[in-house]
């Protein structure tokens, strides 16, 4: 079973109108994609910029744009919020989970978490790069962790059965978030240990995350995965998997490969049809089969069903 942790297809849908049947060929993801890809969930981000001037009206316009192809009855996708209904879905339908990316759209308002949880959200991205009423991103880091409302929210959003994702927070922030009790996630994000950047992972915080049961999904976008003099492929997608198999398990990488959030993707990877292609890269690099079937999917499968009961 295929899952990709990260797609931002409802903001490019919101921006550009229709749906994604039978193709859009100016988008990365479409129903034929995703069928030859046999993905069976989307986490679909409510992706939200830190300079929106209505974060909250937007964020809502992105679930009303999830809702239409769930309503439409020609779309092969459908919204999920657990397991039990992804596991119910017929063959050749897609599921969608519903992520916030950015919680700037919370504005301090913690009534609004229980607004988004009625809506199908269920993961919380606490940040994106800048600051906001939770918690500072990697690209406006005083090095201050979770804001007294940020602790609040998480505290909130846990009681609601959400896990929280730590892409694109600040180091001090993810230790905040290991340490509140929350099924913890990065649906986006590698490894700095192979590449300097500051949207990458260390080995400890890699460590922290695992040590509290958490997942990492491996970022397809080049600039995360190696330096712009060196040809980006497979091969660089599967060093960073390697080395969080080493930290984490098998039980505990997956992919979110930022699919219509990116200008660009690795050598021998187009979007969701190339997903046999990363697979047999995998294996050739030593990972069996097994092991590659829950990087790719499997893997969050079983982590999102110990932590929603």
């Not at 050749?92 to 919680?103: D, F």
Request: proline share 5%; charged share 25%.
């Amino acid at each position: 079973m295929r899952v990709d942790l990260h797609v931002d297809t409802l903001w490019r849908l919101e921006e550009k109108g229709g749906g994604l049947y039978p193709r859009r060929d100016e988008l990365q993801i479409d129903a034929p994609r995703c069928r030859a890809g046999a993905v069976r969930l989307l986490c679909t981000a409510v992706f939200t910029e830190d300079l929106n001037p209505d974060p909250w009206g937007h964020c809502n316009r992105l679930l009303d744009v999830r809702d239409r192809l769930h309503e439409s009855g020609e779309e092969p996708f459908q919204m999920v919020t657990d397991p039990v209904e992804l596991a119910t879905l017929p063959v050749g339908v897609t599921g969608m989970l519903a992520t916030i990316e950015n919680a700037t759209c919370l504005d301090g308002n913690l009534s609004r978490i229980e607004d988004l949880h009625r809506r199908g959200v269920r993961i919380l991205g606490v940040t994106w790069n800048g600051a906001n009423s939770l918690g500072q991103g990697v690209m406006q880091d005083d090095h201050e962790g979770l804001t007294p409302f940020g602790k609040e929210a998480i505290g909130l959003a846990i009681e609601l059965g959400w896990a929280i994702d730590v892409s694109h927070l600040n180091r001090e922030g993810v230790i905040d978030v290991c340490d509140s009790g929350a099924p913890v996630i990065a649906t986006h994000s590698n490894v700095r240990e192979i590449h300097d950047h500051p949207r990458n992972l260390t080995d400890d915080l890699i460590e922290m995350i695992g040590s509290c049961g958490g997942m990492v999904g491996v970022n397809l976008y080049p600039p995360f995965l190696g330096p712009k003099d060196q040809a980006i492929t497979l091969e660089t997608v599967t060093r960073h998997v390697l080395h969080l198999l080493e930290i984490l398990g098998e039980d505990q990488v997956g992919l979110g490969t930022d699919l219509d959030g990116i200008d660009q993707t690795p050598q021998g990877f187009r979007d969701h049809r190339d997903l046999d292609s990363l697979a047999e890269r995998l294996h050739q690099s030593g990972i069996p089969r097994s092991a590659v079937d829950k990087v790719l999917g499997a893997g969050f499968i079983r982590w999102w069903e110990s932590w929603t009961g």
